[in-house]
């Protein structure tokens, strides 16, 4: 899923007023936009409620993108950290938010940290062997945010690794589109359905489209 298709998704969700408590958004290709319109989503849906948990791995977040989030919700004191239900427990608890960052694109994710923690944006590491999880934190005073496996990001290697991946793939699929649209030889006729070649071909040519990576849990 693009910045532009979660920007419409998002959208929709602050039109019809949904409650996205658990919103994942992983495996996709967020970026700075996409982080920009997720914010304003954060801001502008009130009447919605909280979101519980946001899935965020593996996609193009970098540094700035994801201390305006951070930002986003240190100024919303009122809603966050959110207040639900915990399972054994009567009423409702302030638990932090459960963010998942990991894989992104973040190059110094130990001073992003040390940015959060001058601009007392509180967080939790959210170890297990502290048995904090999404719907618990073993923190005496509630922080904002859970982070766990925050520190893995993608490598620069990793990044120039996978764009080269994309590329091959990307001419194997035009190499394949050519040799499919060719006409026989031989005084053959050409039995696909979509004849030609080249972008008039592939503008004629149908296909699946997809949000990509989206899963949306509503109470």
Same mark, same amino acid.
């Given at each position: 899923m693009s910045d532009r298709a979660l920007w419409?998704?998002?959208?929709?969700?602050?039109?019809? @007023?949904v409650q996205a408590s658990y919103l994942k958004l992983n495996n996709n290709r967020i970026s700075g936009a996409g982080m920009l319109a997720l914010c304003e989503f954060i801001r502008n849906n009130k009447r919605a409620g909280q979101i519980y948990e946001l899935h965020l791995s593996q996609n193009e977040i970098d540094d700035a993108s994801a201390l305006e989030l951070f930002r986003t919700l240190k100024e919303l004191k009122h809603r966050y950290p959110p207040k639900? @239900?915990?399972h054994g427990y009567e009423g409702l608890h302030l638990v932090p938010l459960w963010l998942r960052l990991s894989r992104n694109k973040i190059r110094d994710p130990a001073a992003l940290l040390e940015t959060l923690t001058a601009e007392e944006i509180t967080f939790c590491p959210a170890l297990r062997r502290d048995g904090c999880g999404p719907g618990y934190c073993s923190w005496e005073d509630t922080p904002l945010v859970h982070l766990p496996f925050f520190s893995e990001q993608v490598a620069e290697e990793e990044v120039e690794h996978d764009a080269a991946y994309a590329a091959k793939e990307a001419y194997d699929?035009?190499?394949a589109r050519e040799h499919r649209d060719r006409p026989r030889r031989r005084g053959g006729r050409n039995r696909n359905r979509w004849k030609g070649t080249g972008e008039a071909a592939e503008a004629r040519r149908p296909g699946p489209w997809s949000l990509g990576s989206v899963s949306l849990l509503c109470p």
């Open positions: 419409m998704l998002l959208d929709c969700l602050t039109q019809f @007023e639900r @239900e915990i699929r035009d190499d």
